[in-house]
């Protein structure tokens, strides 16, 4: 663990995003296994192999390029529908065992992700933030090296519930 650091120390990656529906179809998005299969981590094959929706509950995924996997382990802390959710991420072993980022070693192993859902009037704002969880200096210093890139990713994935949430609505017409 960072001793000595103050938790306004640790870097915060945020995004903002307004979209174009209900703030229930966003949760669904969020929430329904199969929604976030499409939509979390963009240009990879994502299986869930697990999902619990309630605190303490585990949402266990797998995200596949190719040959290559990615194991995903998310511990949910809170749950508040359809409001905000917040969870723990970390990457896993094929065992679902906290593990190391083979590819970046110091990336941090925990992840404290919080999402928050307002509802303005037909359309819904979200505000997403990621901060490294009781990390060390080295996965600190990864993370803030790492933020200005990291809205690449999940801009892309926030693009796909946008696609997502016009499917849903024009289900519902």
Not at 116 to 132: V, Y
């Amino acid at each position: 663990m960072n001793k000595g650091s103050t938790v306004s120390e640790l870097p915060e990656f945020v995004m903002e995003r307004e979209f174009d529906a209900p703030r229930e179809l966003v949760w669904r998005a969020w929430t329904e296994p199969e929604l976030l299969a499409r939509w979390y981590g963009p240009n990879v094959e994502t299986v869930v192999h697990k999902f619990e929706l309630k605190p303490g509950g585990l949402w266990l995924h797998e995200m596949k390029t190719g040959e290559n996997s990615h194991f995903v382990k998310i511990e949910f802390q809170e749950i508040q529908p359809p409001e905000r959710l917040a969870w723990r991420e970390s990457g896993a072993d094929a065992d679902w065992n906290i593990s190391a980022n083979p590819m970046m070693p110091d990336w941090p192993r925990v992840l404290s992700t919080t999402a928050t859902f307002e509802s303005a009037g037909p359309k819904t704002k979200m505000r997403f933030t990621w901060a490294p969880f009781e990390a060390t200096d080295a996965e600190i210093a990864s993370f803030r090296g790492a933020m200005d890139h990291l809205g690449g990713g999940w801009g892309a994935g926030f693009e796909i519930i946008a696609e997502i949430l016009a499917e849903l609505q024009a289900e519902i017409s």
